[in-house]
C-alpha cells in the first residue's frame, strides 16, 4: 500500500483563516463584488495514480473538510481519505479506508453535532459509510453503478443522514438514511424509460420530503435530466422529463435555507449548433422558474455542483467549462448578486476535468455557514492535486495582515503563472 499522500504546508489557508478573524465582527454577504480566490493545496497522487471527485464540506464552527481518494487504473492500493483544517489551515488527512478498488466516488457530510460522515463506492459495487471515523457500516454489498457512479449524502433539518446512489439496474435509484452510523436502505423506485444513470443528486426539502436530480440516457437514445420527488404520504416517487439534449453534461440539487424551496442546475449539449448551456431553477412550490445562466458556442460547460449562500440565501454554482480554441479546461464560478443578476468568475484557468480512465471529475461548491458566509470550492488542479479555492470576507485586513497576505500569497501566485 502507498503512503499517505505527500501534505502541502498551506499557508495560503493560513492567509485566509486571519482574514475570517479580522472580519469576524462584520456582517456581510459572502459575495460582495467580485470574488477574490485563495488557494489551497490539499495534496498530490503518488506516480500512476489519480484523485477521484472530492466532495467538500464545512462544519458549524467554519472548518472545512473534504473526501476524497487516490485511486490507481488497476485499482490496486486505493485509499479513501477525509481531510480538515487545523487552527492554522494546514491540511490534516484522515485514511477512512486503504484496499483494492476503495473509493470510485465519495461524498461527505456533517450532522448537527458537527460530527462527519463520509459514503463512498468501492469498483465491486459496494456502498459504504463511516460515522465520526469510528463506526464503518456497508450500506450496500454490492450493485451499485461502477461505470458512472453516482453517490450524494447530507444531512436534513432533524440530523439524519440521507443518501442516494444509483445501481446497475437500469434507471435504479437506492436510498439510505439514519444517525450515528446506523442507516436503513431502500429502493426509491426505478426512473422509466431508462437505460442508464450517469449523475444523480438528492437534497430534502424543510418538510423532510426528498426530492431527486438524475442525468441519464434514455432508451430512445436521448439524453435527459430528470427530477423525481417522494411523495407527501409515501408510496412510489413519482418523476418526469425536465429538459432533453444532444448531450447532458452535469446536474446539481440544492434547497434554499431561507425559504425551503427546491432549486436545481444542469448543463446541456445541443451538438447541432454547438451550443453548451448552464440553466438553473428554482420552484415557486408550484412550479420551477427557469433561467439560463450561460450560453456558449465556444465553450462546453460539463459538471457542476449547486449551493446557496446561508447569508443572503443566493444561490452560486461551480462549474467546468472547457474552451474549445485554444483548448483550455478551466474551473468557473457562478453567482447570483443582489439585483439578482447572475454574474461569472474564474477560479483556475488550468484544471483538469477527467481522469485517467475517463471518469469526470466534478468540483464541489460549500458556504461557511458561521458569521459571515463565504464560498469555497474543491477541484483537481492541472497537476492532478486536489486543490481547495477559498473567497474569504472581503474586510480590509490591517497592515500587518497585509504583509503576511504578501509573503503568503506572492509564491502561489507565481506557480499559477507558471
Given at each position: 500500500?502507498?503512503?499517505?499522500?505527500?501534505?502541502?504546508?498551506?499557508?495560503?489557508?493560513?492567509?485566509?483563516?486571519?482574514?475570517?478573524?479580522?472580519?469576524?465582527?462584520?456582517?456581510?454577504?459572502?459575495?460582495?463584488?467580485?470574488?477574490?480566490?485563495?488557494?489551497?493545496?490539499?495534496?498530490?497522487?503518488?506516480?500512476?495514480?489519480?484523485?477521484?471527485?472530492?466532495?467538500?464540506?464545512?462544519?458549524?464552527?467554519?472548518?472545512?473538510?473534504?473526501?476524497?481518494?487516490?485511486?490507481?487504473?488497476?485499482?490496486v492500493g486505493n485509499t479513501v481519505y477525509r481531510s480538515n483544517t487545523s487552527g492554522l489551515g494546514f491540511w490534516t488527512h484522515h485514511t477512512v479506508e486503504a484496499t483494492t478498488g476503495a473509493g470510485i466516488l465519495t461524498s461527505l457530510s456533517f450532522d448537527r453535532s458537527e460530527r462527519p460522515t463520509v459514503a463512498w463506492v468501492n469498483g465491486d459495487g459496494v456502498v459504504k459509510t463511516l460515522f465520526n471515523n469510528t463506526t464503518l457500516q456497508t450500506i450496500a454489498a454490492s450493485g451499485a453503478n461502477v461505470n458512472r457512479p453516482a453517490l450524494t449524502i447530507s444531512h436534513d433539518l432533524t440530523g439524519t443522514l440521507r443518501g442516494i446512489y444509483s445501481t446497475q439496474t437500469a434507471g435504479g435509484m437506492m436510498g439510505f438514511s439514519g444517525a450515528n452510523g446506523s442507516h436503513t436502505t431502500g429502493s426509491l423506485g426505478t426512473l422509466p424509460g431508462v437505460s442508464n444513470v450517469f449523475d444523480l443528486r438528492l437534497t430534502t426539502d424543510h418538510t423532510g420530503r426528498r426530492h431527486a436530480i438524475a442525468g441519464a440516457r434514455l432508451t430512445s437514445g436521448a439524453n435527459a435530466v430528470i427530477v423525481a420527488s417522494e411523495p407527501i404520504s409515501g408510496g412510489s416517487w413519482t418523476s418526469s422529463i425536465l429538459a432533453t439534449a444532444d448531450d447532458v453534461k452535469g446536474v446539481a440539487i440544492a434547497t434554499s435555507p431561507t425559504d425551503g424551496k427546491i432549486a436545481l442546475a444542469y448543463t446541456t449539449l445541443d451538438s447541432t449548433t454547438n451550443t453548451s448551456r448552464l440553466m438553473y431553477a428554482k420552484s415557486t412550490g408550484t412550479m420551477l422558474v427557469t433561467t439560463q445562466v450561460q450560453s456558449s458556442t465556444t465553450a462546453v460547460f460539463e459538471d457542476i455542483d449547486l449551493a446557496f449562500d446561508r447569508s443572503?440565501?443566493?444561490?452560486?454554482?461551480?462549474?467546468?467549462?472547457?474552451?474549445?480554441?485554444?483548448?483550455?479546461?478551466?474551473?468557473?464560478?457562478?453567482?447570483?448578486?443582489?439585483?439578482?443578476?447572475?454574474?461569472?468568475?474564474l477560479i483556475d484557468a488550468t484544471a483538469s476535468l477527467d481522469n485517467a480512465m475517463g471518469l469526470p471529475r466534478r468540483p464541489s461548491l460549500a458556504f461557511d455557514?458561521?458569521?459571515?458566509?463565504?464560498?469555497?470550492?474543491?477541484?483537481?488542479?492541472?497537476?492532478?492535486?486536489?486543490?481547495?479555492?477559498?473567497?474569504?470576507?472581503?474586510?480590509?485586513?490591517?497592515p500587518a495582515a497585509l504583509a503576511l497576505l504578501a509573503m503568503c500569497v506572492f509564491p502561489l501566485a507565481r506557480r499559477r503563472r507558471a
Open positions: 500500500m502507498h503512503q499517505p499522500v505527500r501534505l502541502v504546508r498551506n499557508l495560503s489557508f493560513v492567509v485566509v483563516t486571519l482574514i475570517m478573524t479580522l472580519s469576524f465582527q462584520r456582517s456581510a454577504s459572502a459575495i460582495d463584488g467580485t470574488p477574490t480566490w485563495l488557494y489551497s493545496p490539499v495534496g498530490a497522487p503518488p506516480a500512476n495514480m489519480f484523485i477521484s471527485s472530492p466532495s467538500l464540506a464545512f462544519d458549524h464552527y467554519g472548518v472545512p473538510s473534504v473526501a476524497w481518494s487516490v485511486t490507481h487504473n488497476t485499482g443572503d440565501g443566493r444561490p452560486a454554482i461551480a462549474y467546468e467549462q472547457k474552451v474549445t480554441s485554444p483548448f483550455a479546461q478551466q474551473i468557473q464560478f457562478a453567482y447570483m448578486n443582489a439585483s439578482s443578476v447572475w454574474q461569472t468568475s455557514d458561521y458569521g459571515t458566509s463565504w464560498p469555497a470550492v474543491a477541484y483537481i488542479d492541472a497537476d492532478g492535486s486536489l486543490m481547495v479555492a477559498f473567497d474569504p470576507p472581503g474586510a480590509a485586513p490591517e
